[in-house]
């Protein structure tokens, strides 16, 4: 199994953007085998750099309304208490908070990971904002509305630990980025608040702050966890 609880991946205007790293192959021994099934090489949240095995799993809440399907699930594993809120907001938007409740009520360092597929090219713009590029000009933009943290990028690292891979095929393993937002919360409880949202933009675009609209508008994105 993997441990990729509270992981999801998105996929959107005919892009895949926030991947699984892949299945690589069965021989448990190998280091890169290692690595794809570890909660490090998916999109969900560590406690001081540590990985972590699936624990007690909770579904809290599924809604849908008139602009939104959102989903909040609650992991509990021995270092915190993970809830995560997911909102799809169609055509292009996602929304999620992250809500970690530390066990033994100190402060600790956590860590938003977003691993990117290898065709993109990942942009820092701003401490609070970040891009994913395609090279026709589609981008994702990831921005955190929460307390101010720090942004880095890995590719293809296998020290201290394998960070930055991904498995296309099987019995494959390529270098690819892999994007974090760190923050040290001064309390027990912290949260991330993020919010992703696709742009096709044209050669002669820019892309501001605010989303961009777009004419004709882009088919929906998709998020799957």
């Not at 309304?65 to 993970?82: C, E, F, G």
């Not at 019995?171 to 409880?189: D, F, M, N, R, W």
Request: hydrophobic share 35%.
């Amino acid at each position: 199994h993997h441990d990729d609880t509270l992981s999801f991946v998105l996929h959107g205007l005919g892009q895949d953007w926030l991947i699984d790293p892949g299945i690589y192959s069965y021989a448990y021994t190998s280091a890169a085998r290692q690595f794809v099934v570890s909660a490090r090489a998916h999109n969900v949240v560590l406690v001081d750099n540590a990985d972590f095995t699936p624990a007690d799993i909770e579904l809290l809440d599924v809604e849908r309304t008139a602009d939104r399907d959102v989903v909040r699930v609650q992991h509990r594993r021995p270092q915190a208490t993970h809830t995560r809120t997911l909102a799809f907001v169609p055509p292009a938007r996602v929304e999620i908070d992250d809500h970690i409740l530390a066990a033994d009520g100190a402060a600790h360092r956590y860590t938003q990971l977003f691993h990117v597929h290898p065709d993109l090219s990942v942009e820092i713009v701003s401490p609070t904002e970040a891009r994913l590029c395609a090279t026709d000009g589609r981008v994702c933009v990831i921005d955190q509305h929460g307390p101010v943290g720090e942004w880095q990028v890995v590719t293809g690292q296998q020290e201290p630990n394998w960070q930055g891979w991904y498995s296309p095929a099987f019995g494959q393993i390529v270098p690819a980025p892999v994007l974090s937002y760190a923050c040290t919360g001064p309390a027990p409880e912290y949260e991330f608040h993020t919010r992703i949202r696709l742009e096709s933009l044209g050669p002669t675009d820019t892309l501001p702050g605010p989303a961009v609209p777009t004419s004709p508008p882009d088919p929906p994105a998709s998020v799957s966890d």
